[in-house]
Nanobody, 117 residues
């Protein structure tokens, strides 16, 4: 049984910081990429950041320079350090894992991030 457990969401002030963490329970074979997506009410889900097995990273232009993605060396945990938060970062954030061996992706349930003064 595979579960992606997300934590770290909450309320932050503009200019503040939050750190999101996703832990995979159970075994997912052949993970190639892990990352984070987000979705605000009335919008489509969008990519925030990804990191692959070669430690190559990719960021949305809107978060580049403010957010940092990282993982452990077993590909079981992925984190997102979010600095210099703005109200536009308010959204539900979803952990994402893609398995090349199995040929499917996995999603967490989402954790809410709200940035407000």
């Amino acid at each position: 049984q595979v579960q992606l457990e997300e934590s770290g969401g909450g309320l932050a002030q503009p200019g503040g910081s939050l750190r999101l963490t996703c832990v995979a329970s159970g075994t997912i074979a052949g993970i190639y990429v892990m990352g984070w997506y987000r979705q605000a009410p009335g919008t489509e889900r969008e990519l925030v950041a990804t990191i692959n097995v070669h430690s190559s990273t990719n960021y949305a232009d809107s978060v580049k320079g403010r957010f940092t993605i990282s993982r452990d060396n077993t590909m079981s945990t992925v984190s997102l350090q979010m600095d210099s938060l703005t109200p536009e970062d308010t959204a539900a954030y979803y952990c994402y894992v893609y398995s090349q061996r199995i040929g499917r992706d996995y999603w967490g349930q989402g954790t809410q991030v709200t940035v407000s003064s």
